[in-house]
């Protein structure tokens, strides 16, 4: 049982480049969300996605885009990155009911030069 | 919108001594989640221990236990025996389930357990 899958692990990107953080879950859990964390400012929502076909804004979802085809894979697309966006990208999903918790991947650290 | 607020940027202690992480949090929700997650310095988000507002006693995972004070919005984690294993960022989480299940997260308090 794998988990949730985040891929790349690790990747520089040049101003104005785009690229796509692949994010998969094998525990066929309906709830999926796309974070990032900045040094001391915890981890803040971009986009999250209640259910195939179904996304929505979190807090921060300026230069970002989602989609949810499948119950398993939540890619987000970063379009004309900017040094802003260097960060670490975490993916995780939850299932709605008692006891849920949210699982994540192992991160993305993203370096926009 | 919630908020939760870890006062404690950094602690210290010492290996086999008790340390208490401190985490206070705003919401006008009656039924949510709360959490403690350690991050190491692999990165990975490792859950502690989880908190459903509904129950009043507190919640314990080996040497993990939490002080929960629902009235004051009081979420404070325990570590006892600490081992230097623990040494790690510790991110206190809120969960609306009025929201999607989404979590809100504290600025994290860097816990460093010395020999």
């Known amino acids: 049982n794998a988990g949730v899958t985040q891929t790349p692990k690790f990747r520089i990107l040049k101003i104005g480049q785009s690229m796509t953080l692949q994010c998969t879950q094998d525990m066929n859990h309906n709830y999926m969300y796309w974070y990032r964390q900045d040094p001391g400012m915890g981890l803040k929502l971009i986009y999250y996605?209640?259910?195939?076909?179904?996304?929505d804004k979190g807090e921060v979802p300026n230069g970002y885009n989602v989609s949810r085809s499948t119950t398993e894979d939540f890619p987000l697309r970063l379009e004309l990155a900017a040094p802003s966006q260097t960060s670490v990208y975490f993916c995780?999903?939850?299932?709605?009911?008692?006891?849920?918790?949210?699982?994540f991947g192992q991160g993305t650290r993203l370096t926009v030069v | 919108a919630q908020t939760v607020t870890q006062s404690q940027p950094e602690m210290s202690v010492q290996e086999a001594e008790t340390v208490t992480l401190s985490c206070t949090y705003d919401t006008s929700e009656n039924n949510y989640y709360l959490f403690w997650y350690k991050q190491p310095p692999s990165r990975q988000m490792i859950l502690v221990i989880r908190?459903?507002?509904?129950?009043?006693q507190n919640a314990t995972e080996n040497r993990f236990s939490v002080n929960f004070q629902k009235a004051a919005k009081s979420f404070s984690l325990k570590i006892s025996d600490s081992q230097l294993g623990d040494t790690a960022m510790y991110f206190c989480a809120f969960m609306s389930l009025r929201s999607n299940y989404k979590l809100t997260f504290g600025k994290g308090t860097l816990l460093t357990v010395n020999p």
């Open positions: 995780a999903s939850s299932y709605s009911g008692q006891g849920t918790e949210a699982f």
């Open positions: 908190q459903e507002a509904y129950k009043q």
């Open positions: 996605s209640v259910g195939a076909g179904i996304t």
